[in-house]
């Protein structure tokens, strides 16, 4: 069995709306949908990697509430041990530094975007939660 990449992604809501992003076109799964977020590095928590890979990526400070779910996925490329953060936005406004696309899109929206594997599981829990 491969070895479990750690990473982390934020769940972040403004009202009923939560931020998805699109990957750029250079990168594995390209083009497809995700939560923001990444790998976490050695000696980072997770909670630290999010508040790294949020600025990173968009340009925000976040700040991390509990976990929503874990998810574990075997890509072709890589195994990932994925958990998902509720967050906000406590600084800044969400750039597209890293990502081809940034939307807010309501639970019912989703199934309009192509999004990563891993995340279908986590949609699915918000539909149901938030609908």
Request: negative net charge; contains cysteine; proline residues 5%.
């Amino acid at each position: 069995m491969r070895k479990q990449t750690e990473v982390v992604a934020a769940l972040i809501w403004d009202g009923d709306r939560f931020l998805i992003c699109q990957r750029p076109g250079n990168k594995a799964r390209a083009m497809q949908w995700e939560f923001v977020g990444g790998k976490v590095e050695p000696g980072e928590t997770g909670e630290q990697a999010l508040i790294r890979e949020c600025r990173e990526e968009l340009g925000v400070t976040l700040s991390v509430g509990m976990p929503f779910m874990e998810v574990v996925h075997a890509y072709p490329d890589i195994t990932i041990h994925l958990t998902v953060f509720n967050a906000c936005i406590v600084d800044g406004t969400p750039q597209k530094l890293e990502h081809n696309d940034l939307r807010w899109v309501l639970p019912g929206e989703t199934a309009a975007f192509d999004f990563c594997p891993a995340d279908r599981v986590i949609l699915e829990k918000i539909v149901r939660e938030r609908s």
